[in-house]
């Protein structure tokens, strides 16, 4: 019964390793707060996520979005997740990810993510407009932050604006 109970204790402590990519048994992700109410394109408990085109989109050319993720309060970006965003399919844009997944699937193992400090990273979704004018590409963006006690893993929604020229 003893032996058992170290088990248990040994696989509680395991399961708070930040090198993992998964929170802690039974662990639930918090509900990311709408743009509207934090000044960003999502936010949560302990991190938020700014989306932005760069410079220069227009109609069939190449472009580029930007969704950085910053970890808050004790918290940082956790290296060893396989972050992903997963845009759902549009008629105004085209997806030019290099994932096996699809097209219109950007992550870190395609070479899609970079991190910039501890507390930050940011995964680059490629993509052509088809049209001039605005549009708006959606997904989700799989990401985990971490603090000394547990690795969180979230999937918050994101969408951002783009406008061709």
Not at 56 to 64: A, L, P, Q, T, V
Not at 102 to 123: H, I
Not at 141 to 148: A, N
Request: proline share 6%.
């Amino acid at each position: 019964m003893r032996d058992a109970l170290w088990v248990g204790l040994a696989v509680l402590a395991g399961s708070f390793s930040c090198n993992k990519s998964e929170g802690p048994a039974g662990s639930v992700p918090s509900a990311p707060a709408a743009a509207a109410d934090c000044g960003h394109a999502v936010c949560g408990e302990s991190f938020f996520v700014d989306a932005a085109p760069k410079d220069g989109c227009s109609s069939g050319g190449r472009c580029e979005v930007s969704l950085k993720l910053v970890a808050t309060g004790a918290f940082h970006v956790n290296d060893q997740y396989p972050y992903r965003y997963k845009a759902e399919p549009t008629s105004t844009v085209e997806f030019l990810g290099t994932d096996p997944a699809g097209k219109n699937v950007f992550s870190k193992p395609a070479g899609d993510w970079a991190q910039t400090g501890a507390k930050s990273g940011v995964l680059t979704v490629h993509l052509a407009p088809s049209a001039k004018g605005s549009s708006t590409i959606s997904g989700v963006f799989k990401l985990s932050v971490c603090s000394e006690q547990n690795c969180l893993i979230e999937q918050p929604r994101v969408s951002v604006a783009i406008h061709a020229s």
